[in-house]
């Protein structure tokens, strides 16, 4: 036996030991991004939170933190993942029927109980439309009822066209709810927005006195965006503005303060912080 | 130039809250258009003699670049301005625009425009103050772009905890 064994991991189970998934699904999103459908080896699907992420094992490689990007509840778990390096380029690579090392989920959630009767706005760019899916799906299936929000506005920039991700999901979001899409560059043919996704706040139709917004990107863009939104009249509390933040989660449980910024262990007190929390962490240098 | 056309100018959010008389002295310059889908609007080079208020549809600037044919440089919608140019020398179209979706517009003209400004600097003075803030927004769309958020260099500072 090697530590290449998945056998090995799924012998014991503890906070620091990954449960075994196979692919069961994979689909190709854009030239360096794959989405992967996961189930469980022993039959027990992962509870969890849109927001959450889990650490994902490609055995013989490495760990990485990977955000979900399923909804809970709803067929097997999924996590879409940007070939960066070693670990993500083996994930991304992961034939079906492999087996891949789950640890999870950890970190907070969007709090989806808190939106009835808001108007939604989920801003995203570029791949941070990954750990928001599961919570626009979640918003779409609630919108009209007492306890979901009154409208759902989609928001997402990406570099170029065939960097978008999701495409499917935005056609069908479009026919549920609000969705405007705007890429950085395009050739002629595009038909759709080009521009920076913070113009597509501008633009969008809310109310920002009933308006609850999720926001996720690089954090300059989310640092526009919440700009934006503001200037919108969306008011910067702790309710009304979320974000979700990243940097180097490595143990999951806030044990090893790799992902620490500012006062914030991120495993653990976030990825997805309120705004008030994130406001000057996003804009301090060196954090 | 009838009083609807100086009503349809205030509501439109550059010029929002202009005072009824400065709306009526812009009106004088003022005609209705539309543009179908596929309808070059502006093309580059060309003499900067107007620019639009847009009110419906959907409008593409674009840039020929030899080998990789028209680029997109931005799109702009209802409630947006179509055309700088006409209030800066030379006076040139820098991009190309063309009608994406049936377009309808307010046609402002430029040089009948520049010349009342030129005699009542109150209104000239009132309208830079509603531009500057057009070109600003664009200024900072452009470097917002310029740090390609999603790029290459952004490859590990994207979201989605992708490590390496």
Redesign the interface.
């Known amino acids: 036996m090697t530590l290449a064994d998945p056998r090995l991991a799924a012998s014991t189970h503890g906070p620091f030991t990954p449960s075994v998934f196979h692919v069961v699904g994979r689909a190709q999103e854009a030239p360096d991004v794959v989405t992967l459908a996961l189930e469980s080896a022993e039959g027990r699907p992962l509870p969890f939170k849109p927001g959450q ?1 889990n650490m994902l094992t490609a055995f013989g490689v490495g760990e ?4 979900i990007s399923s909804r809970p509840g709803h067929g097997p778990l999924m996590h ?3 070939e ?5 380029r083996a994930l991304c690579r992961a034939a079906l029927g492999s087996p891949l090392g789950v640890r999870g989920p950890f970190g907070t959630d969007w709090g989806l109980d808190d939106f009835a009767q808001s108007d939604a706005v989920v801003v995203a ?4 439309l ?2 928001l899916r599961g919570a626009v799906q979640a918003l779409l299936d609630r919108a009209g009822l007492p306890m979901g929000p009154r409208r759902v506005v989609v928001l997402v ?3 170029t066209p065939d ?1 978008l991700i999701f495409k499917r999901d935005l056609e069908d979001w479009s026919r549920r709810g609000q969705v405007a899409v ?1 890429v ?5 043919g ?7 996704v ?2 597509l706040v501008d ?1 969008a139709a809310f109310d920002p006195n009933r308006a609850m917004a999720l926001v ?6 989310m640092r ?1 965006a919440i700009q934006a939104l503001i200037e919108r009249g969306v008011l910067p509390t702790s309710i009304r503005l979320r974000v ?1 933040l ?1 940097r ?2 490595q143990c999951g449980t806030g044990l090893c303060g790799h992902c620490q910024l500012g006062p914030y262990i991120l495993c653990k007190s976030g ?1 997805v912080v309120t705004y008030p929390q994130a406001s000057r962490l996003l804009t301090e240098a060196e954090l | 130039m009838s009083p609807s056309t100086a009503s349809e100018l205030g509501a439109h959010p550059l010029f929002a809250s202009l005072s009824p008389s400065a709306l009526e002295r812009i009106s004088t310059f003022t005609s209705h258009v539309a543009f179908q889908p596929g309808d070059i609007i502006l093309s580059e080079g060309g003499t900067a003699e107007v620019f639009y208020l847009l009110r419906r549809g ?1 409008v ?3 840039a020929h670049a030899p080998g ?8 702009l ?1 209802p ?1 947006e301005t179509l055309g700088l140019s006409w209030l800066f020398p030379p006076f040139l179209w820098q991009f190309d625009a063309r009608a ?1 979706e049936l377009v309808e517009a307010l046609a402002i003209d430029g040089p009948g425009l520049r010349d009342k400004l030129e005699g009542d600097p109150g209104l000239g003075y009132e309208l830079l103050k509603r531009f500057t803030p057009v070109v600003l927004e664009r200024l900072q ?1 452009t470097r ?2 310029l ?5 290459d260099r ?11």
């Open positions: 992420f990485v933190p990977i955000s879409t993942i940007r960066v390096g070693a670990v993500t760019g570029g791949i941070g990954a750990p920039g990406a570099r960097q705007t950085d560059m395009a050739e002629e595009w038909e759709g927005n080009v521009g920076v913070t113009h633009q996720c990107g690089p954090e300059v863009m526009f979700s990243e180097n989660m990825p | 959907k593409a600037l674009s990789k044919g028209h680029l997109l440089v931005q799109t919608g409630g994406v769309q917002l772009r740090l390609d958020l999603y790029g952004a490859r590990a500072d994207g979201h989605g905890l992708g490590q390496p």
